[in-house]
Structures are given as C-alpha cells and as structure tokens.
C-alpha cells in the first residue's frame, strides 16, 4: 500500500489537490453492488454512490458490455455538424420522451461542467440571436455548485472554490437560497435587460443537500416568465431518479428552458453529459445562418451513447426510479429515528435517495461548531474506520448511495453513522 501511494504521490495531481488526503488515501480495486474494495481487501458501504453517480451499482457488466460493443463497431467519430452516429440519434430520441415536454433537443458533452458551461454559452448566445444582446448575466444561489472551469466556477456559489483562481469571469451574481424573492430582488436590481439566465440545482447536492420549500421552483418559473429571463435546472446530480423522481422538477411540476444532466445516466461507467434545449432556444439556433462556435471534441460521442441507452434501459426494466424513492424514504426515516433527536444535530434531510445530516453545537439556535473542531471530518474519519465511504462538506454528513443499495445495507449505514456519531460525542457531551 505505501508504495502505491509513493508511486500516486510522484505522478498524479488529484481534484481538489491535498497532500495530507493523499498521504492517507485509499487505493480501490473492486466494485460490487453498493460494495467497495480497498488494496488491502477492506471492504465499505459506498455512501455517495462514488461521487452521485453510481446509480445502477459498481460491476454492472451489462454497461461494459455496452461499451465494449460500441468500442468495436465504432469507437468515435466526431460529432461536429455534418456527421452523427446511431446511438447518438436513438440518445437524442430516448431523452425526448423522458425530458419535459418542450425539451426534444440535446446537445452532449463530457460531463455536468461541461453542460453548465454550454448552458450558460446557450443562454448568452440566444439572446443575442433575439436582439438582446445585453442579457448577458447568470443569476445563482449560495452554495450552489455548477462545476469549476472558469465560468462554472463563477457560478458556483461555494467560496472555497475561488480563491487560487480569482479573478471570477464578471456577469455572475449570487442569491441566497431561501426565497424566490430573493431572485426577483436580484433581477431587478440588475435590471432585466443585462440578465440572460437563472441557474440552480433543485435540490444542491455539494452544498449539503439542500431541499426547497414546495413552493419554491413554482414561484422561480413564474418570475423568470415575467422578466423575460431563461430558467436552467442543474439536474447534474438530481437527475435520472436521484429524488425519487425522473427528474427532480417533477416534484413541483416545473419545466425549465434548459436541463443540464451527467452522473447517472451512464452510472459513471462512462463519462458524459449533455443539456436539453427548449424548442424555442432550438429554433433560434436552427434559423441562425452563421455556425454556432462552440463544440467539443467528445460530444455525441457513440461509446457514451451506447452506455447511456443501455443505463435508460435498466433504470426502466428494473424499476430503479421508484426504487431510490422507496429506499430514500426508509434511509430518511431510520436517519431521524437514530439521530433526529441527538442535542448536536440541527436537521436531518434528504428528498428520494439523497439525505443529509447537519451537526450543530446548539441544537435550538442552530450555531455550528468552530470550523477548528472539525465536527464533520471526525466523523467521517470515524465512519470510515467502521467500513463506511461517504463525504461530508463541513458539519454536513452527505448519504447518496446507489439505488440497488438493499434495506440491510441502509440499515448498517445508519447503524454506523450513529455508532460515529456516539465516539465523537460522548453520553453528555
């Protein structure tokens, strides 16, 4: 194991780049299931289902074997203007009949900062095409997160991921996350005619699990409408039956202009991701003379493609939509049963299989710890040690694992999240 993580130290730069993670990393060799297997033949509940997006489970060889196929009768092809592929088209078609119903155009990418970032390309460029040429700003949430290339980053409303790489892309404005208000305030503080979209996760993922109020994203519609302002739903981790729901709108029947996915639709076998586009926004482009200059090598991509359709095909057959809402709900529930209570937990929340748990050093007025005590990184440290792989942001313990994960698997989360809990704050602590 030491040597490996020598081998990892002298060659590789990780995301968010840590030397001291690295020095205590674990190097993993197996999947199975909503099971992981270390170096060492360890094996850990995978909590975050990898990073949100290992729905299906790991050792699916049904989406090797999609890919594999693909890889043979065509591993790529480019998928500029004037030429496409077969799994492309049938993609294109499937997610038609999944999507809202003003969305029947898609265009593909390489993962989720890539469609925000085409998002937001899309955004700017049909308000152009509309004689609007100052629309041009992006409107997100605090602790929103969209990505970290320069303009996701920007968009990002997480400020840990600023600092090394300011200064920010000018044109992004953040809101609180609590009231729609909030948003209409902004835009017309800003004055509608600079504004070209809004951004938001329906339910923020990275954040720590954040779920609106039932009126929320209904209100969000309606004041987008009257200001003339185009609506983007990071669907990136929602979507594809994360919440309980194909996608998580459906819960407040709201239909954006643009839907940005990636994670499950290949359960990460693969990566890719892509955003659909309103029919009105596809008409602007159809009708506009000139190219259209933004492109990716990787997009439509025929492998990805493949993967995608046979990933559709098994949330379908097995039912795995409804499935994360009813495993959501008992993980829920156990959560609030085993540590709803605890005088330093101030919430535990979640909507379909995606749940949160929020320490606090004052359970009534919901102050947290000092950021020196490092409450929530003791407790995954602790989780970990009892064979449970999952991520905290700050005092948040996030839980997102694969939707094939069993009722006994849940049950042993919860039952070692509390054990993790209990060592970290001792009986009258």
């Not at 840990?160 to 208000?181: K, M, Q, T």
């Not at 504004?195 to 938001?200: D, G, R, S, T």
Request: charged share 20%.
């Amino acid at each position: 194991m030491g040597d490996l993580l020598a081998r990892d130290r002298a060659h590789l730069i990780h995301p968010q780049h840590e030397r001291a993670a690295c020095d205590a990393a674990q190097v993993w060799v197996k999947g199975e299931g909503s099971l992981l297997t270390d170096t060492s033949g360890a094996q850990y509940l995978d909590g975050l289902a990898g990073l949100w997006n290992v729905i299906a489970g790991h050792g699916r060889t049904e989406l090797a074997d999609a890919a594999r196929e693909q890889m043979i009768a065509l591993g790529f092809v480019s998928g500029y203007a004037g030429g496409s592929n077969l799994p492309a088209i049938e993609l294109g078609e499937r997610l038609a009949a999944l999507t809202y119903p003003s969305i029947n155009h898609f265009f593909f990418t390489s993962g989720g900062a890539e469609a925000n970032e085409t998002a937001i390309k899309i955004a700017r460029s049909f308000w152009k095409m509309r004689g609007k040429p100052g629309k041009t700003k992006v409107i997100s949430r605090e602790l929103g997160y969209h990505g970290v290339t320069l303009a996701t980053m920007s968009a990002t409303g997480l400020g840990a991921y600023w600092p090394r790489f300011e200064p920010r892309v000018p044109g992004f404005i953040h809101i609180p996350a609590a009231a729609a208000s909030e948003l209409e305030q902004a835009i017309l503080r800003e004055g509608a005619d600079t504004v070209a979209m809004f951004l938001a996760e329906p339910v923020q993922g990275v954040g720590g699990v954040v779920v609106p109020p039932d009126d929320y994203f209904p209100r969000v519609r309606e004041i987008c409408d009257r200001y003339d302002v185009l609506f983007a739903a990071d669907e990136v981790i929602t979507g594809f039956g994360r919440t309980g729901r194909m996608f998580a709108l459906e819960h407040w029947n709201v239909e954006p202009d643009l839907l940005q996915f990636a994670k499950g639709i290949t359960s990460g076998y693969f990566p890719f991701g892509g955003v659909g586009i309103s029919d009105k926004i596809a008409a602007a482009l159809d009708s506009e003379p000139t190219p259209w200059m933004h492109a990716f090598t990787y997009s439509a991509h025929p492998v990805g493609c493949a993967v995608a359709l046979k990933m559709l095909e098994i949330l379908d057959r097995e039912a795995l939509v409804a499935r994360a809402a009813r495993q959501g709900a008992h993980l829920l529930t156990r959560l609030r049963a085993a540590l709803g209570d605890h005088p330093h937990v101030g919430e535990v929340r979640g909507l379909g299989l995606m749940c949160a748990v929020e320490f606090v050093q004052d359970r009534p007025t919901k102050a947290g710890f000092p950021a020196s005590e490092k409450i929530g990184a003791r407790i995954n440290a602790q989780a970990r040690q009892r064979g449970l792989f999952s991520r905290n942001r700050a005092d948040i313990y996030m839980l997102a694992p694969p939707f094939v994960i069993t009722t006994d698997q849940i049950d042993r989360i919860v039952d070692i999240l509390t054990a993790s809990v209990r060592t970290v704050f001792p009986a009258g602590q």
